[in-house]
C-alpha cells in the first residue's frame, strides 16, 4: 500500500466491482505480512487460502475436523464443536442467499390450509457436500436446499422438463480455441432459483427437518424454481440464455444451444462461452473482453469467478505456457476413472495410466480418441 486512499461511491459500482476492489485490497495487505519474520506464519497462512475463500464468496472447509459431511440437519447439530461452527455458516449462506431473493414467504400453519387448497406441501431436504479443489484438499463446505421433486403433484411431459447441456466434443472445440489465452470458469450461485414460477405452477413446502431457522408448524409458499424441481432445470436454461443474449450480442446456434459467441466491445476480438447448467467457461483473446463478460453476467446474481478451468465435467486441465508464447494443455479423466473403479470395488494391481496425444488437425486421430472418452484419453493442443 503507498498511504493514498480513494473515495469510491458505493452507490455507483457493481457488486463485481467491488468484489475486485477487495480483492486488490486483500492482496496488498498480504504483501505487508510478507516482509515480516514475525509475521511469517499469519502469511504462509494467508498464503494457502484462495482469494475467493477471503472475500467470503463461499465458507471454507479448510479447518474441518472430520471430511464426511453431516447427513442430515440433525446429524448436524451433534457434531464436533469446531466442524458444527463451519455446518452452521455454511447453512446460513444457503438459507440467507435463498430467502433475500426470496425464493418463499413463510406461512403459519393456519395461513397454509387457508392458501393450499388441499394441497400436499412438498418435503425438502438440505444436502451437505464438500467441494475438493484440483489437488483433492477440501475447499467448500457447501449445503444446498432442495425439494423432492418425484413427490411433484404437476404433470410434467419430457419436451416441458428436458434441458441442454454442453457435450464433450463442445467442450473439446473451445479448448481447441486456447490462443496464447487460457479457459476461465466460473459459476453461478443458487441457479435454479433465479427463474420465478409460472402463476399456474403453485407449491408449498414443509421447511428441512431440524432446520434452525424455522418454527415448528411453519411451511413455506414457494415464489421462485428450488433445486430438484422437475421444471427447475428447464426454467434456468430459458432464463440463462436470454440473459446471455441480452448481455450484448452473444447468440448461440440451433446445433449447439449451449455454446455462445459475439463481440462485446466493436473491434475487440469475439467472446465464447459454453455453459453446463450452473459453470460456465469462456475464452477472449483480450483481457478487457474478459473482464467486460465477468461485469455484465455478475448482474445476473452470486457468481464465483475461479480463473483458469482445472476441472471441468470431470476433466482435469494442466495447463503450460511456454516461452515462445504458445500454451499447452493436457487434458485427462485419471481422478474419474479412479472414483468410477473404487465405487464398483474393483482392485487392481494391473492398472495402466498412460495419456494418449491428439494434436489438433488431426481429425481421425481425435475420433480415435472420442471412442475410448469412457475409459482413458488425454491430448495436447499446442497452436
Known amino acids: ?9 458505493l452507490n455507483r459500482v457493481s457488486s463485481y466491482q467491488i468484489s475486485q476492489l477487495i ?23 494467508w498464503a494457502q487460502l484462495s482469494l475467493w475463500d477471503c472475500v467470503l464468496c463461499h465458507v471454507s472447509a479448510h479447518g474441518l475436523k472430520s471430511l464426511l459431511a453431516p447427513t442430515s440437519l440433525k446429524h448436524h447439530a451433534k457434531m464436533d464443536p469446531n466442524d458444527k461452527l463451519v455446518w452452521d455458516a455454511a447453512y446460513d449462506e444457503e438459507y440467507d442467499g435463498l430467502k433475500s431473493l426470496p425464493t418463499w414467504e413463510v406461512l403459519t400453519e393456519e395461513q397454509y390450509y387457508q392458501l393450499s387448497k388441499g394441497k400436499k406441501a412438498l418435503p425438502t431436504m438440505a444436502i451437505a457436500t464438500i467441494k475438493y479443489d484440483d489437488k483433492n484438499h477440501p475447499k467448500r463446505a ?18 416441458s422438463t428436458a434441458v441442454l447441456v454442453m457435450y464433450q466434443l463442445e467442450l473439446r472445440l473451445l479448448t481447441s480455441l486456447s490462443h496464447r489465452k487460457v479457459l476461465k470458469n466460473c459459476d453461478v450461485k443458487q441457479d435454479f432459483i433465479q427463474s420465478k414460477l409460472p402463476p399456474e405452477e403453485e407449491y408449498f413446502l414443509h421447511p428441512p427437518p431440524g432446520c434452525p431457522r424455522s418454527k415448528p408448524g411453519q411451511y413455506w409458499h414457494l415464489l421462485h424454481s428450488l ?7 428447464k426454467l434456468w436454461f430459458e432464463l440463462f440464455s436470454s440473459h446471455l443474449k441480452a448481455m450484448g450480442r452473444l447468440q448461440s446456434s440451433a446445433t449447439s444451444p449451449c455454446l455462445f459467441t459475439g463481440v462485446f466491445i466493436p473491434g475487440e476480438p469475439p467472446i465464447y462461452v459454453g455453459i453446463y447448467v450452473d459453470d460456465i467457461i469462456y475464452l477472449s483473446a483480450k483481457n478487457s ?3 467486460k463478460f465477468e461485469e455484465l453476467l455478475s448482474s445476473i446474481g452470486s457468481v464465483d469467478f475461479m480463473g483458469h478451468v482445472s476441472l471441468f465435467l470431470g476433466t482435469e486441465f494442466s495447463w503450460v505456457t511456454h516461452e515462445d508464447g504458445p500454451i499447452t494443455v493436457s ?19 494391473h492398472l495402466a495410466y498412460f495419456t494418449t496425444l491428439f494434436h489438433s488437425g488431426n481429425a481421425s486421430f481425435m475420433n480415435l480418441c472420442l471412442q475410448v472418452l469412457g475409459m482413458n484419453y488425454g491430448y495436447v493442443i499446442r497452436r
Open 142 to 159: 457447501k449445503y444446498r436446499l432442495v425439494v423432492l421433486g418425484n413427490l411433484d403433484y404437476h404433470t410434467w411431459s419430457k419436451e
Open 23 to 45: 480483492i486488490k485490497i486483500l492482496m496488498d495487505t498480504a504483501e505487508l505480512f510478507k516482509g515480516h519474520a514475525k509475521f511469517k506464519t499469519v502469511y504462509d497462512a
Open 227 to 233: 433445486c430438484r424441481l422437475k421444471c427447475a432445470p
Open 331 to 349: 487434458l485427462t479423466q485419471q481422478s474419474f476413472i479412479e472414483t468410477l473403479i473404487d465405487s464398483l470395488g474393483i482392485q487392481s494391481t
Open 289 to 291: 473482453v474478459e473482464r
Open 1 to 9: 500500500m503507498n498511504g493514498t486512499f480513494t473515495r469510491v461511491n
